[in-house]
């Protein structure tokens, strides 16, 4: 099972913008999460296309199970 720890922020112009890590290390600690996001924004690493990031808005760890067939 793959996990991914998504950080989700706002943008400059109000839109969403999406980060994933994979395989986070668990369990997560939402005040590192927090600055971590804090981090990013204020030395603006990162451009999305609607602008820089402006605000932190959520973080979740998304799992996914995936199950392969031969065919």
Known sequence: ???TLELQFTTQLG???RLSIDEPIEPVDPA???MVMDT???TNVFQSN???LAAAKG???IERNVTEYEV
Do not use: C
């Open 40 to 42: 990013l924004i204020a």
């Open 50 to 52: 609607s602008g820089a």
């Open 1 to 3: 099972m793959a996990k």
């Open 59 to 61: 973080a979740r760890v």
């Open 32 to 34: 590192n999460v927090k």
């Open 15 to 17: 839109k969403t913008a």
